[in-house]
């Protein structure tokens, strides 16, 4: 049997590890064809590129929508081609497949959330009002929504998942980095880190 420690982790575990940065190549090894058919297409994200000056233009904005909501509020899908990008889901679009994937992972989200050991209070979903995602060894969201605590007191909060629709182990299929109250501009709020500590990942890995 191979001791823990020796066990290297997947490209895609070491990449979890560490936040997601919008210069890097989308992680698709390893993707199965549900997942790439739900992508945006790279005939669909280079459709309408115009200039060299105009596409300048799509990525200072595209850019600046990040740095601003750190990819939770990309409004559109740009033309540039953007490595790793974030795009809009349409969540009036009763055919999206993501709408299937979507509920499961707030839940979890949530869940994680509610057993935190620095739980502000309990809180139960109520509504999405926003969802961006990009292609990275799974689907990646940017989950926006409304949930409501014991009280009936709404907020707005904020969550990261990464969900990968293949995979059979429910403790990988859904893994969640970030949850958060949605912060006002210019102000911080205390964010949770959900993902589980590298130790458990390695375990998880190795099905100990």
Known sequence: MIA??????????EK??????????PLTEGVNSEAKA???????????????SDEE?????????LEET?????????????????APLDLTDEDLIHLEYLPKCVEHAISLYNQHEDCAAR???????????????????FITFKAKDASGQEKTYQTQVLYQPWEE?????????????????????KEYDLLPS?????????GA
């Open 4 to 13: 823990t420690e020796e066990v290297q982790l997947p490209l895609l575990m």
């Open 16 to 25: 979890l590890l560490r936040r997601p940065s919008e210069e890097e190549e």
């Open 38 to 52: 739900a992508a945006p297409s790279e005939s669909e994200s280079e459709s309408g590129s115009g200039s060299d």
């Open 57 to 65: 233009a799509e990525l200072e904005q595209y850019y600046q929508e």
């Open 70 to 86: 750190e990819g939770y509020g990309i409004s559109r899908r740009f033309n540039a081609r953007i490595r790793g990008g974030i």
């Open 123 to 141: 809180i139960e979903f109520v509504d999405f009002l926003q969802v961006t995602y990009a292609l990275r060894g799974g689907f990646l969201y």
């Open 169 to 189: 182990d429910p403790e990988i299929k859904m893994l969640a980095y970030q949850f958060r109250e949605k912060p006002e501009k210019g102000k911080q709020v």
């Open 198 to 206: 590298e130790e458990r990942l390695r375990k998880m890995m190795c």
